[in-house]
């Protein structure tokens, strides 16, 4: 490259680059801006307006000696490692079941993929209903006969972030199963048919074949279900508004009702920078790797 | 919630579509129940009459899921012409930025001072010397509603008090009745724990808690007294799968459940079941231990507004709220105490009476709202719903706990 051609690089491109700069605008503004704002007001004892009157780390400090707050951890930690890990089985295993080449195919994708047509709070307040203890699945058993049989996930606390999940599960694997079967139809022909030559059983393709191809499918299953895991509110909200007690409580309810609920800004900031940072711990290592790697390869 | 968003929008958008005659005037509140709903139209009723128009902004789900809705409408630069709030310390900061209205004007011209009582009630209203709202209502939280029908059903006479009710218990449960009912909200067992406060430890003792926040006090015997009843009220109220609070009445109206510890405005959805007071149901203030009334209650503030055709609007509201015979049109339904004391309310039942005998001797005390900041209500409730839902947690641990809310109280 000789010296006059580097000011071209600039300026190459110069309407896409002209046209990006709302963009920019708004994601750095909104975006960052926003989120250093927040982190900033963490740090002091603003209550329901913001002030900035320095308090050091005395939000952090009570944030983490909250059992509130703890217990929404706790409930996060579970609820998304089961959310990942049933998203993305059953989605994969449906996936490939539909791959099958059976007959209505059609008609299975779209039963699968209508619940994810519904909002949250929709599908919270129907398994609110379902999960009735008097007029859900409980009570339809007990009709049939089965007086002892028990199934009341959202009244029991040692067990009610369960009943959320298979709510989250029955809302979002839809979702995923299409990613997946896309991501299936994306298989040369030939690979399945090369497998077969060589004689290797159907369940190890998958496992040793298939899935290692459809990696790019996978990491845009994770990054949807880890992004709907830490956001998780309005499922929670409709189905059991935290209850029983603290004991469906997750972070970004603590978020809300502390700062409009409870008037304290302050102690609302501090618990969602604790989520930002989570976020933050999660996304940069594996977008180093993901990324940095790729420029080095 | 969404839905009531949208309605508030709609509501906001209609003074523009409509001929403007009259002067529309939005009031948020959150009066929704059957008996809330018929008091708030007599208010609607009275000042249509005074030739302006009140738009009715009703945010359902309770005082917790509305003051987010109207506090960021006001601090976001939309205000409403009119809101309620619990009088006390919930709107504080919203006065503090010079967001509401100051009404000192109004209240000398028409002397609220005189005809408001019990003076405690403005107070509420007064920062730095000036009135910022109109109290409409007393209302107060120690009431326990009794459902005459369950006891006589479970063959035990009606209780007199909290112990009775307590010793009862058993044989409700025997005969298949829940024995108290309490809503899964967590303002309503952060309530109840309130009112056994008042009711086991006396009024000295919530005082020392609550407005002294006296944390020793808090952590000692006297207050541990006060942990054990919790106790008693969380294994009568184990059964209550229900959340709001006029479900659980339902529950006692119905005589599924036997009783409920709320406040007066259970009242109302009495009253709209047909019950007559003393014959269906009983009521016993302070628990039938000790007899007062808070002063807590429902009042209207005013957002400072720049039209001046709405800024004469409020003016003309907060003299209808006033009013003697809104007063008594409004309080017969909501089954709350009139502000005035210059009223007769011949119209007033057995628990009404009972409720303005106390006020009459004036046996009145400050209730939470006036008393402690939003912040540390919320960890009460945080609190208290956790005890009443986790029948393992002990007395010991929630007393440790509370008294370190105590502590760190403001």
Same mark, same amino acid.
Request: proline share 4%.
């Given at each position: ?39 900033? %007001? ?35 930690? #579970? %609820?998304? #490692? ?153 499922? #929670? #909200? ?19 009702? %502390? ?28 977008? %180093? ?9 | ?410």
């Amino acid at each position: 490259m000789s010296k006059s051609e580097r000011p071209n690089q600039l300026f190459r491109n110069l309407n896409a680059k002209v046209a990006s700069i709302p963009m920019v605008l708004t994601a750095l503004v909104i975006f960052v801006g926003g989120s250093a704002w927040t982190v900033l %007001y963490s740090f002091t004892n603003s209550k329901l307006l913001p002030r900035l009157n320095f308090v050091g780390l005395d939000q952090y400090y009570r944030l983490w000696s909250t059992p509130r707050w703890l217990v929404s951890i706790e409930n996060l930690l #579970v %609820y998304g #490692v089961l959310s990942l890990v049933f998203s993305l089985v059953i989605g994969f295993i449906l996936a490939a079941l539909l791959d099958q080449k059976i007959r209505f195919e059609d008609t299975f994708r779209t039963i699968f993929l209508y619940p994810f047509a519904l909002s949250f709070i929709v599908t919270g307040l129907v398994w609110q209903w379902l999960l009735n203890p008097e007029f859900g699945i409980q009570g339809v058993v007990r009709g049939l006969g089965w007086e002892s049989f028990s199934f009341d996930p959202l009244y029991n606390s040692d067990i009610v972030i369960y009943g959320i999940l298979i709510a989250a599960l029955w809302q979002g694997t839809g979702l995923i199963m299409c990613l997946m079967l896309a991501g299936l139809r994306g298989i040369d022909e030939d690979i399945w048919k090369a497998a077969r030559v060589d004689g290797i059983p159907t369940l190890k393709t998958y496992l040793f074949i298939i899935i290692p191809m459809m990696r790019p499918v996978f990491i845009t299953a994770l990054v949807i279900i880890a992004a709907g895991i830490v956001k998780v509110y309005d499922l #929670v #909200v409709a189905q059991t508004s935290g209850g029983p007690g603290i004991a469906s409580e997750v972070p970004a309810k603590y978020v809300y009702d %502390y700062m409009f609920f409870a008037q304290n800004l302050g102690q609302g900031f501090a618990a969602s920078t604790m989520m930002l940072l989570s976020v933050v711990v999660v996304i940069v290592p594996w977008a %180093y790797l993901e990324f940095g790697g790729k420029k080095r390869g | 919630m969404r839905y009531q968003i949208m309605t508030a929008a709609l509501a906001v958008a209609l003074p523009f579509a409509g001929p403007a005659a009259a002067t529309d005037l939005e009031v948020t509140h959150w009066w929704t129940s059957g008996g809330e709903a018929a008091a708030v139209g007599e208010f609607a009723k009275a000042f249509d009459a005074t030739g302006n128009h009140w738009v009715d902004g009703a945010i359902a789900g309770s005082g917790g899921t509305a003051r987010p809705i109207m506090i960021s409408r006001i601090t976001g630069g939309d205000p409403m012409g009119a809101t309620q709030f619990n009088h006390g310390r919930q709107a504080e900061e919203l006065v503090q930025a010079g967001l509401m209205r100051d009404l000192t004007e109004l209240a000398t011209r028409d002397k609220w001072a005189e005809i408001v009582q019990p003076k405690s009630l403005l107070d509420g209203c007064t920062l730095d010397g000036k009135i910022y709202c109109v109290p409409v209502n007393i209302h107060s939280w120690q009431w326990l509603w009794l459902s005459n029908a369950a006891f006589e059903k479970a063959g035990v006479p009606v209780p007199k008090n909290w112990n009775e009710y307590v010793a009862a218990a058993p044989a409700l449960e025997k005969a298949g009745i829940i024995p108290m009912a309490l809503g899964g909200q967590p303002w309503q067992s952060s309530g109840a724990f309130d009112v056994l406060l008042t009711a086991v430890g006396g009024t000295d003792a919530f005082l020392k808690v609550y407005r002294d926040k006296d944390a020793e006090f808090a952590a000692g015997p006297e207050v541990a007294k006060v942990f054990k009843a919790a106790d008693d009220a969380r294994r009568m109220a184990k059964n209550t799968n229900v959340q709001d609070w006029n479900q659980a009445t339902n529950l006692v109206i119905s005589g599924k459940a036997g009783g409920q510890i709320m406040g007066d405005w259970a009242q109302g959805e009495f009253q709209v079941a047909g019950q007559t007071a003393g014959k269906d149901y009983t009521c016993l203030p302070g628990l039938g231990l000790n007899e007062v009334i808070a002063t807590g209650g429902d009042a209207f503030y005013f957002p400072l507004l720049q039209d001046a055709e709405k800024s004469k609007a409020q003016e003309a509201l907060a003299e209808t709220l006033l009013d003697p015979k809104t007063q008594v049109a409004f309080n017969l339904k909501k089954g709350s105490l009139p502000v005035r004391g210059d009223i007769d309310l011949k119209a007033a039942n057995d628990c009404m009476k009972k409720g303005l005998d106390i006020l009459a001797k004036g046996s009145v005390m400050p209730w939470t709202d006036q008393l402690l900041s939003q912040d540390t209500q919320k960890q009460k409730e945080d609190l208290f719903s956790e005890f009443f839902a986790k029948p393992d947690m002990t007395v010991e641990e929630a007393q440790k706990r509370f008294a370190d809310i105590v502590a760190s109280a403001d």
